[in-house]
Structures are given as C-alpha cells and as structure tokens.
C-alpha cells in the first residue's frame, strides 16, 4: 500500500532534475503544437438534468462494499416540503453524471432571519452517501471526496456549486438554520457535460444480454470520461494519462468516434512534454496547460502506440508527422538500460522512474517491461514504415531481436511453460500477457502460459480493469476466444451485476475495499481504462456478439 503511493511521489521529486534540463528539447514544437491542441479543443455538449426520485441507503452484505439503495418518495413532495425536516435526504439521478450543480433555496411560509447551511455530498456508489468520510486515512487528498458546505444568506436564492461533480447521487443536510423560520429546497439539477456529438451503432440482435449491458455501461463510462480531454475519472483524478488515453481511444475508435478529442489529446501531451523530450504521464488544462513532473516509464512508450492507432483509424498523416519527433524521442528511454545480453537493467530502471503497469502491490516488473519496450519498439516501427520513415529509426528491427531472443532464453521457464519475472522467479497475468503482446511468446507459448497461470491459486493477478485489458488483449492475440468472452463476463459482469453504473477503477472480486489509496471511498467509480468492454465487444464481434 504505501509503496503504491510512494513511488510517485518519490519519483515526482526526483524528476524535478528532468524539467531543468538545460535545453528545451521542443523548444521549437512547443508553441505550434499547443496552438493546435488549443483550435482542437471540443466543445461540450451539455444537458440538464433533475433527479428522478429520493433514496434511502440501506446495508446490505450483499451489495457492493455493503449498501445498496432503496428508492423511498417523489421529488415533488422534496421539493414542496420543508427542508429542515429532510435533513440527510439522498436523490438520485438514475445515472451517472458529471457537471455543475444548481439548487434553489425559497422561505417556507416564514421569512428566514438567519444564513443557512447546507452540506451536499455526491456519490458515484451508494457508500459514498452512505459512509462517513472522516476520519480520513487516505493516501490522496481528502478533498477529492465530494461533499461541500454552502453557507446561504439571502433567500430566495438560486446557487451553482461552484466544484465540478461526477455523481448519480446526491445527499443533502442542513448543518445551520434558525429556530424562528422555514425554508424549502425548490429546485436541483446538473448541466451534465459530454464531448461525445455521435452515438455508438446497436450490437447485433444475437449479443447476449449481459454483453450488451457490458456495453452499455462501458459507453456510460467512457462518455463521462470524454470532456475536453480523455479524462481518467470525472470525479479523480480529473486529468489526461497516457495510459488512460491509450485504451479510451481505442474504445472510441469502435464506438463514438469522436477522433478529433484523440487528436487535441495527442497535441497537448506533446506541447506539454518534458523539457528533456520525455512524454508527460499526465497533464491538467486548467488553469492553463501544464504537466504534472512525474515520468513514467511505460506510459512515455504508450504514446507512441497511441499515435500509431490514431493514425490508422484516421489516416491523418500530417498529425502523426507533426508528432513524430516527440515518438522518436521517446524510443530513446529503454536504451540507457538494455544490456549487452539483451535483457533491461530493470531494477535501475526502477529506482529512475515509476513502473506503473498495475496497481498491485508485490507485481514484479521486470517481465513486463521487456514486454512493454519491445512491444512499443514493434508499434513505432510501423508507425515509421507508415510514414515513411523507417530509415530514421533503422536500429530498431535489431534491437527487437536481440531483446525478443534475450527474453525468451533468461526469463521463459519451459518447464512451466510460462514466462517468470525478478529474483523470486514470480508468475503473473501480467508478465504472460506482455509477453504475448510483445511477441517473445509464440502463440502455442502463449496459450500455453496463460492457461497456466490461470490455474495458477499463487499467480499474481490484475488488481484493475487497466491490466485486464491487456491479458484480454493477449488472449484473443493466442485464440483463447471462448475464455476471454469468458473473462469479460465474469469480470465486469460482476461489476454490472453489483449495481455498477460506470465501470470502476479497481476492482477484485474478492475485495470490494481494495485500494491503491488506502481508502476505498476515494477510489474512482468512472474510470476511464474500464472503459475497454467496448473495444472488444466492437472490435471482435464474431467473439463477442452472438
Ligand atoms: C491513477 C489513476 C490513473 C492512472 C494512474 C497511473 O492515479 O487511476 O487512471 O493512469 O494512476
């Protein structure tokens, strides 16, 4: 738990050495490509939205992390009665929302002779409305949490909250009123916003019912998660990761198809890189345009991959050829550590940068990150093949080589038969999917080291839907069709099945409470790399839609 949280700090700090480089290495770029991320900005399509009905909270053993809701009166008589007698009312939306929220606040017979104060918490999942949130043991900010206190002191009044919200319910006490008159709650609703303009196209008919729900919900999510930016989560950490991109683009190629948000994405995060050419891990837009100074190892390497499926969704050339220099350079960073033999200094690595691939505490990386370098190097030369620029990085096809057969000799186990990873030989998902997306496994290899390590009761498994992707991914790639479909069912079918509206940032099925935060409350419950359902679901129907 605190290694998860500590290593980006630590690397955050010791990357400040890597902005004050001496020289900027886009100093050239910069500005034009932060111009272009500023004409592609989309434009938010918004729509109000009221709440359906009250709810009361109720536990549940059953339910997930043990509440669920009930559904209890109308909001006419919300809205027409008293508020100091619904203190601690909870509405609900039906779905999930993201944007700002107005309330109206009218005297109740009697003219108010003292400020009001009211509390308003939102909630993605019932605990949130449901669990206090102090004391607070988080190793995230505790203002992440959504409730905020309005002081109001004129009524009538129509008030916006001043924060954006991510929500489908809303639970509202007054903490302060006065003994001598009444007040009642009017009017609430959201301006929900979307950068989403085009809807998704209707599965076949023959989709299994809980495969279309998969869907549906994964649509919800990453709609959320499309605002001016592929943003993580709406509710946190409300910004543009690599990673995150990565996999809400992909799902957006088979879905909304709004690749003009992917080309602003792409944009910043170049406009936006460090100054010694390192792609940023994530950025923020606001108040203005800047990175967060904290590399990460695998997410510079995704960004080419990301480019390189942008460029053959749109065929936009003249963006991949814009962006090209900031690819290139990020093919760079592996090199430092790739041996003679062949094999990564990961553990050097690994003091140098934040290795990310999962938030699961005890995964050894060292499989992985040969994986995710040659799977990139692989990805960026046909992006140059594409662009025509293969002779500007003409040592990869030899570096790939020499990596895929350095891999296969040290860390394959052919008496296992699957790919073990570090000092303590650890057999995960994680290392047998990249090393099936990376190629070093053959496909019988690779079918072969997942169907073992599936069997495995001790093998590390994923701790999110963000690594899930890829060991689906790996799957299909081996023809293990059937136990993907399988997995996706099983998986966030389970979520679905669980009440889930959007997809969740976290989740085991055998621990409701897991967080890489050390507080399941400020977990995200729209997280953007869960989104992925929709890819599959879409990419490959012949699996997924009958
Ligand atoms: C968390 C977020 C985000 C992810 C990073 C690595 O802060 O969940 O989605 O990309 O970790």
Redesign the pocket.
Known sequence: MLRSTLIPLFVAIAGLSFSLHAQDFYQKERKKWLAIAEQTTPKLVERLKRPLYTVTAQQDPQSFQGWKVQKSYSTDSLFSNSMKKQSGVVVDFGEHLTGFVTFTIKDNGRAVDAPIRLKFTFGEVPAEIAVPFDPYKGGLSRAWLQDEIITISEVPKTITIPRRVAFKYAKIEVLGSSVYSDFKLTDLFVKATTSVTQQASALAPATPTLIKQIDQIGLNTLQECMQTVYE??PKR?RRL?I??LYLESLANIYSFKNHQLTKHCLYLLAGLSYENGVAPSNVFERPKPHPQINPLFDYALIYNVAVKEYLEATGDKQTALDLWKVVKKQIEIPKKYIGEDGLLDYQKAGKEWWL?FDWRNGLDKQVALQGVVIWAYKNTYQLAKMLGKEKEVSELPTLIEKMTNATHQHLYDAEKGLFVSGKDKQMSYCSQAWMILSGVASKEEGKKALLQVFAHENAIKPGTPYLYHYVIEAMIQVGLTKEAKDLIVNYWGDMVKKGADTFW?VYDPKDDFLSPYNAYLVN?YC?A?SCTPVYFIRKYPQIFQQ
């Open positions: 993580d989560g950490d990761w990673g995150d990310f940032e995200s997280h790399w």
